[in-house]
């Protein structure tokens, strides 16, 4: 079947969700959120892009960073309203923190420990 | 640091999203939303449970289908509003449309192709 944007079910703030994964580990990187807008340059591009509902606005994931993602694969679920894409993360950070992931920490006996190794610091990357 | 519920950031609606993984081959199987209700259920018991947007409630997931799944690792990420939740998936399907996934279908060229084999016929199962 043909597959349009308009097949996608967009919630009512026009977005998607969109879990990463990492192409060749598995490792679930990241839950962000797509516009149309996103998508379709993502698509198109092969990069990330996501919203950024902190900022309001479109940015390719990695912008700043260098930490850009290369789309390997996009699957659809059931309902039509979340994606996952396996992608490649260059630079081994997918995560603001400096994270390989955005999951960098597992409940343990009631507690919450910090299980990866930070690849950056964020205070050089992005400044304090 | 101790964890307690009170550290995840609840959306407007109560609720965090879950990314579940078959841990083991590290697929996605579902991406789903859980209040605190139910994500006291499932750490308590083992158990997933989930808020059924649809429903409006609680459920154990796969109370009808007897497809649960047995809670092996949760993590939780950076913005502590999103959490992966590794499990053990009895009786092969995570999708109510009887898939072993709910991200079943892949873009190729242009097209929404089904790549996975159905486990179960969702019309035996739940009526028509």
New interface residues.
């Given amino acids: 079947?043909?597959?349009d944007l308009d097949?996608l079910k967009w919630d009512d703030k026009g977005l998607v969700?969109v879990?990463f994964?990492d192409y060749r580990?598995?490792?679930?990187l990241?839950?962000a959120y797509m516009s149309r807008e996103a998508l379709e340059k993502t698509?198109e591009t092969g990069k990330v892009y996501v919203f950024r509902r902190s900022r309001g606005r479109v940015m390719m994931k990695g912008e700043t960073s260098g930490n850009v993602q290369n789309v390997k694969?996009?699957?659809?679920?059931?309902?039509a309203d979340?994606?996952?894409m396996k992608i490649e993360q260059v630079g081994g950070a997918a995560?603001?923190?400096g994270?390989p992931s955005?999951?960098?920490?597992?409940?343990e006996n009631?507690?919450?420990?910090v299980f990866e190794e930070r690849v950056f610091d964020p205070k050089e990357v992005y400044g304090k």
């Fill in positions: 079947m043909a597959f097949q969700s879990v994964q580990t598995g490792e679930v990241t839950l698509l694969e996009v699957l659809v679920d059931c309902d979340a994606l996952v995560c603001h923190e994270y955005c999951f960098y920490r597992r409940l009631g507690d919450l420990v």
